[in-house]
């Protein structure tokens, strides 16, 4: 095991107080545990390591066996190092628990990596004896099949988007497309196996894509809604059944698979329908029997009839939108749920007090990264200083908030175009044209008009 080491600083505090502005209702209160084993890397595991700092838990990350002197890794209080076993996903539950044990963890947090979503791990650690910050391995299997998912929302009478059901034969598949038309979107019954999900919107396209993607898994097709924004509502629920939900946020808009810009609370929606996403999403997290922090998300049409699309487990690299618009600290409450505490929160307690705005920035270049300076706003680091970033990678989210949203789009704008990034220039374009755009100005997109706003930055470069 390592030590910690590292400037701290730069970590913690180059954002003008990362958790600083953050109001978790019982911080004050030290939660029982005394060490925490962080399943992922980055930063996920630097989020986790932030909120050790804030509460006085030491937290341990995990390495592989080659990269013990990376920058990253010194700014924990101790690491363990995991062998590659040559199969699966790195690390395989099996190395999880035999490192928590190793580091002598008393709880283990999944970060937002592949941990998360591991029916196998939730199984291997009824057994251990610590603290888990994530569902029962029977709830995180039904939010993992898409189908069950499905069927759920629709016995509990939210509204889903017209589909297929799950489909393992192509001839079945092209039946229901014929009879359906186009255009359809494909998505994986086993919602692990994520982007991409293609649009189908010819029968050229059906032959081309659908045999390859059920060689892979059953599938679902579901009609495409033109002109429909995606939203996001997280939900708290505790070992007694009760739930609450974190407010709301609008995911819409991407680069490819990448989350570009997550708005909290998600505009442009009036009090009935967010009431009306908040019941959904806590009655579908109940009806899974969730424990923890899940993240429920919907298709909103352009009618404005929201769609339920699937619960995804825990937290989501762009959490701080909502940490920022609400004065919660999400981390926090899931750790205190790890322990069988109880959801303290009320209604009363979940109110926007600012609009944030959480910007997805990657490197434009190798090179090593240097300080990354909030300039007043939050940063959530991808990467510490001194560590070798390939062009493309993940960097950072910056939080921009303001009492308005305008306003918060005018802070975004500045920090794109000061110099706060040292070593590395920084992926502008998407960016730039998202927030300078009028149109985004005036009210959020929906995905189609984001998606052409992406597209006419990539087509000029």
């Given at each position: 095991?390592?030590?910690p080491?590292?400037?701290?600083?730069?970590?913690?505090?180059?954002?003008?107080?990362?958790?600083?502005?953050?109001?978790?209702?019982?911080?004050?209160?030290?939660?029982?545990?005394?060490?925490?084993?962080?399943?992922?890397?980055?930063?996920?595991?630097?989020?986790?390591?932030?909120?050790?700092?804030?509460?006085?838990?030491?937290?341990?990350?995990?390495?592989?066996?080659?990269?013990?002197?990376?920058?990253?890794?010194?700014?924990?209080?101790?690491?363990?190092?995991?062998r590659?076993?040559?199969?699966?996903?790195?690390?395989?539950?099996?190395?999880?628990?035999?490192?928590?044990?190793?580091?002598?963890?008393?709880?283990?947090?999944?970060?937002?990596?592949?941990?998360?979503?591991?029916?196998?791990?939730?199984?291997?650690?009824?057994?251990?004896?610590?603290?888990?910050?994530?569902?029962?391995?029977?709830?995180?299997?039904?939010?993992?099949?898409?189908?069950?998912?499905?069927?759920?929302?629709?016995?509990?009478?939210?509204?889903v988007?017209?589909?297929?059901?799950?489909?393992?034969?192509?001839?079945?598949?092209?039946?229901?497309?014929?009879?359906?038309?186009?255009?359809?979107?494909?998505r994986?019954?086993?919602?692990?196996?994520?982007?991409?999900?293609?649009?189908?919107?010819?029968?050229?396209?059906?032959?081309?894509?659908?045999?390859?993607?059920?060689?892979?898994?059953?599938?679902?097709?579901?009609?495409q809604?033109?002109?429909?924004?995606?939203?996001?509502?997280?939900?708290?629920?505790?070992?007694?059944?009760?739930?609450?939900?974190?407010?709301?946020?609008?995911?819409?808009?991407?680069?490819?698979?990448?989350?570009?810009?997550?708005?909290?609370?998600?505009?442009?929606?009036?009090?009935?329908?967010?009431?009306?996403?908040?019941?959904?999403?806590?009655?579908?997290?109940?009806?899974?029997?969730w424990?923890?922090?899940?993240?429920?998300?919907?298709?909103?049409?352009?009618?404005?009839?929201?769609?339920l699309?699937?619960?995804?487990?825990?937290?989501?690299?762009?959490?701080?939108?909502?940490?920022?618009?609400?004065?919660?600290?999400?981390?926090?409450?899931?750790?205190?749920?790890?322990?069988?505490?109880?959801?303290?929160?009320?209604?009363?307690?979940?109110?926007?007090?600012?609009?944030?705005?959480?910007?997805?920035?990657?490197?434009?270049?190798?090179?090593?990264?240097?300080?990354?300076?909030?300039?007043?706003?939050?940063?959530?680091?991808?990467?510490?200083?001194?560590?070798?970033?390939?062009?493309?990678?993940?960097?950072?989210?910056?939080?921009?908030?303001?009492?308005h949203?305008q306003?918060?789009?005018?802070?975004?704008?500045?920090?794109?175009?000061?110099?706060?990034?040292?070593?590395?220039?920084?992926?502008?374009?998407?960016?730039?044209?998202?927030?300078?755009?009028?149109?985004?100005?005036?009210?959020?997109?929906?995905?189609?008009?984001?998606?052409?706003?992406?597209?006419?930055?990539?087509?000029?470069?």
């Amino acid at each position: 095991m390592g030590s910690p080491g590292g400037d701290e600083a730069a970590i913690f505090g180059a954002s003008g107080g990362v958790l600083g502005t953050i109001v978790g209702r019982f911080m004050h209160e030290r939660p029982a545990v005394t060490r925490v084993l962080v399943a992922d890397r980055r930063g996920g595991a630097l989020r986790v390591r932030r909120w050790g700092r804030e509460t006085g838990v030491e937290v341990v990350a995990l390495s592989a066996q080659d990269e013990d002197e990376q920058p990253w890794l010194e700014h924990f209080d101790f690491t363990v190092a995991v062998r590659a076993d040559g199969w699966g996903r790195w690390p395989d539950a099996r190395s999880v628990i035999g490192a928590m044990h190793d580091g002598g963890c008393d709880a283990l947090h999944p970060g937002w990596g592949q941990a998360s979503q591991s029916p196998l791990l939730v199984e291997q650690l009824m057994y251990a004896g610590v603290a888990w910050a994530g569902p029962g391995r029977e709830a995180l299997g039904l939010a993992l099949d898409r189908g069950i998912s499905l069927i759920r929302a629709t016995e509990l009478g939210i509204p889903v988007v017209p589909h297929s059901g799950p489909l393992s034969d192509l001839d079945v598949a092209r039946s229901w497309v014929t009879r359906v038309g186009f255009p359809v979107r494909i998505r994986p019954v086993d919602i692990e196996i994520g982007h991409p999900r293609p649009v189908l919107r010819s029968f050229e396209d059906f032959e081309t894509s659908m045999p390859r993607w059920l060689r892979i898994g059953p599938c679902v097709l579901e009609r495409q809604v033109a002109g429909a924004r995606e939203i996001e509502v997280p939900v708290l629920v505790d070992g007694r059944g009760e739930a609450l939900a974190i407010g709301d946020r609008d995911v819409t808009v991407r680069d490819g698979r990448r989350h570009l810009l997550v708005e909290a609370p998600a505009p442009g929606l009036d009090d009935k329908l967010r009431a009306e996403l908040a019941e959904s999403a806590v009655a579908f997290a109940l009806a899974l029997d969730w424990r923890g922090l899940g993240t429920v998300r919907f298709l909103l049409a352009p009618d404005g009839r929201p769609y339920l699309l699937q619960l995804r487990p825990g937290l989501q690299p762009w959490h701080g939108a909502t940490e920022v618009a609400f004065d919660v600290d999400l981390v926090d409450a899931q750790m205190r749920l790890a322990i069988r505490d109880v959801v303290r929160w009320t209604e009363a307690d979940i109110r926007p007090r600012r609009a944030a705005i959480w910007a997805g920035v990657t490197a434009a270049e190798s090179g090593t990264v240097g300080v990354v300076d909030g300039g007043g706003l939050r940063v959530d680091l991808d990467v510490v200083p001194g560590e070798q970033l390939r062009a493309g990678a993940a960097l950072a989210g910056v939080v921009s908030a303001a009492p308005h949203r305008q306003a918060a789009i005018v802070r975004l704008r500045a920090w794109l175009d000061g110099d706060h990034v040292e070593g590395v220039s920084v992926n502008r374009a998407a960016l730039d044209a998202m927030v300078g755009s009028h149109r985004f100005w005036l009210a959020p997109l929906d995905r189609d008009e984001a998606a052409a706003v992406v597209a006419g930055t990539h087509s000029e470069a």
